[in-house]
């Protein structure tokens, strides 16, 4: 247990540390609020609707699938420094992890997550 001590202290203090200077910031920091600074930004275009609209649910859909296929396609590249060296079975394995990724791509296309009506 004694092993935890510093991690424990270096929790306390970061979270002492950052409470405080939220804190005083409040206090401290300028606060001089203005229809402008109060305004959304939009590129420097006139604002049309207000910022706290709701996005719709596809927009998020396409996000996380980006995001899902792009990490997934990141583990194309050791395989393909190391690919003399893992030999038959690499390629073996290379293949059906493509395959799965290709399942799942005609999966979504199926559902008509990538499609914007």
């Known amino acids: 247990m004694q092993a935890y001590i510093p991690i ?18 409040r206090f401290l920091g300028p606060h001089r609020p ?18 706290r609209e709701r996005f719709s649910v596809k927009y998020y859909m396409v996000a996380v699938l980006f995001i899902l296929f792009d990490i997934e ?3 194309l590249y050791p395989w393909a420094v190391n690919f003399r060296a893992l030999g038959v079975f690499g390629y073996i394995e290379m293949i059906l992890f ?16 990538l499609q914007w009506d």
């Open 98 to 113: 493509i395959l799965i990724l290709l399942i799942g791509y005609i999966y979504i296309l199926k559902k008509g997550a």
């Open 34 to 51: 203005n229809p402008e600074k109060l305004s959304t930004y939009e590129s420097g275009m006139p604002p049309v609707r207000t910022a």
């Open 8 to 25: 424990f202290l270096m929790i306390g203090v970061g979270l002492f540390l950052g409470i405080t200077f939220l804190t005083l910031q």
């Open 73 to 75: 396609v990141i583990f």
